[in-house]
């Protein structure tokens, strides 16, 4: 079945690096992604990367793909207090009798300690 | 460029009753997905819409049901009310009908039931 996992907690100073994990358990995913949720808010999309693709860097942020293990991280470089948000991870693949459709992980919770 | 407007933002209700949500996608995006979203479920899919037709479905009871109309936007309906139903419901918009680049989150609606 479907399965996105992430730990529900990540505490980092300011300035640090902070670095989200996430598993999965659909080897057919065919997109991952990162959504980031600040209070009273909806979702907004931080990246994505293709199931082919190992990394992909953007400004601070780097995600990292094992596929082998279905392992995907986020790593937010210099993190600031507007980081502060709830990160989602996210995965959607194509199935063949229907269309895609995006499971969400449960959230971590990154609070950025000044 | 115009979100993804959801209205209202707020809604209380008794049981027993019925509800209805609007959504406004990006213009362009022919795309619409549900979500529920609680503290103890995390973000659940509801339905997918594409030019007017449920494209795919999640695990929700028949009391739940919506619709898009020939212009992309779409409404949802919870009817019966519980309260469980209490959560935040997030509509997003996406330019592929697969969801494939991600989507773009609306502010939800946040559904009180009493």
């Known amino acids: 079945g479907e399965d996105v996992e992430q730990s529900l907690f990540l505490s980092v100073r300011e300035g640090d690096s902070s670095v989200i994990n996430c598993t999965y358990t659909?080897?057919?995913?065919?997109?991952l992604y990162w959504y980031k949720q600040e209070p009273g808010a909806g979702l907004q999309l931080l990246t994505y990367?293709?199931?082919?693709?190992d990394m992909k860097q953007d400004q601070r942020l780097t995600v990292l793909l094992n596929k082998k293990d279905k392992h995907l991280s986020l790593r937010i470089a210099d993190t600031q207090t507007g980081d502060s948000a709830i990160y989602f991870c996210a995965e959607s693949h194509y199935m063949k009798t229907s269309y895609d459709k995006v499971i969400f992980g449960p959230g971590t919770s990154l609070s950025v300690i000044p | 460029k115009a979100g993804v407007t959801q209205t209202p933002r707020y809604l209380i209700k008794t049981r027993g009753q019925q509800v209805t949500l609007s959504c406004s996608p990006i213009?362009?995006?022919?795309?619409v997905s549900w979500y529920q979203q609680t503290p103890g479920q995390g973000l659940q899919f509801l339905f997918e819409?594409?030019?007017?037709?449920?494209?795919n479905k999640g695990n929700f009871p028949g009391r739940f049901s919506g619709r898009q109309f020939s212009n992309s936007r779409s409404e949802m309906n919870v009817s019966t009310l519980e309260l469980g139903d209490s959560a935040l419901y997030l509509c997003a918009s996406s330019l592929l009908y697969r969801g494939s680049i991600g989507y773009t989150f609306g502010s939800g609606t946040r559904l009180t039931v009493v």
């Open positions: 659909d080897s057919s995913s065919t997109y």
């Open positions: 819409y594409f030019s007017e037709t449920q494209r």
């Open positions: 213009s362009g995006h022919r795309s």
């Open positions: 990367i293709f199931s082919n693709m």
